[in-house]
Nanobody
Framework: QVQLVESGGGLVQAGGSLRLSCAAS????????MGWFRQAPGKAREFVVG????????TYADSVKGRFTISRDNAKNTVYLQMNSLKPEDTAVYYC????????????????WGQGTQVTVSS
C-alpha cells in the first residue's frame, strides 16, 4: 500500500502561483511513477502531468505546458507541482496518484490516489 497526502492548495488570483506537494508513505516511493490529475465540478478527472520513478521523464497535458512543472524528491518521498500563470480554468480539486511504471493520462492505470487538494483561481 502507498498512502498519498496532497497539500498546498488554496485561493489565488489569476496570474498567480501555487506549489502543490504530495507526500507518500508506505511502500518504497522511488519504485512508483507519479501523476497529477484534477477534477472540476461536473467534469471528469483530467490528467495534468506525470513523472517517471527517477524523475528523468515527464509528460504534460497541453493545457498546462509551459506553466506547470512537476518534480520529485525521492529522498523526501514527495512529488511537487509548481503552478505558475494560473487561470480561472485551472480551478479544480488536484489529486496525486501513484502507478507502478505508468505515468500517462489513463486514470485506470494508477494504483493509489490521494484525497485531493482544492485549487481556486479567481479572475
Amino acid at each position: 500500500q502507498v498512502q498519498l497526502v496532497e497539500s498546498g492548495g488554496g485561493l489565488v488570483q489569476a496570474g498567480g502561483s501555487l506549489r502543490l506537494s504530495c507526500a507518500a508513505s508506505g511502500r518504497t516511493f522511488r519504485n512508483y511513477a507519479m501523476g497529477w490529475f484534477r477534477q472540476a465540478p461536473g467534469k471528469a478527472r483530467e490528467f495534468v502531468v506525470g513523472i517517471s520513478w527517477s524523475g528523468g521523464s515527464t509528460t504534460y497535458a497541453d493545457s498546462v505546458k509551459g506553466r506547470f512543472t512537476i518534480s520529485r524528491d525521492n529522498a523526501k518521498n514527495t512529488v511537487y507541482l509548481q503552478m505558475n500563470s494560473l487561470k480561472p480554468e485551472d480551478t479544480a480539486v488536484y489529486y496525486c496518484a501513484a502507478g507502478s511504471t505508468y505515468y500517462g493520462d489513463n486514470v485506470s492505470k494508477y494504483d493509489y490516489w490521494g484525497q485531493g487538494t482544492q485549487v481556486t483561481v479567481s479572475s
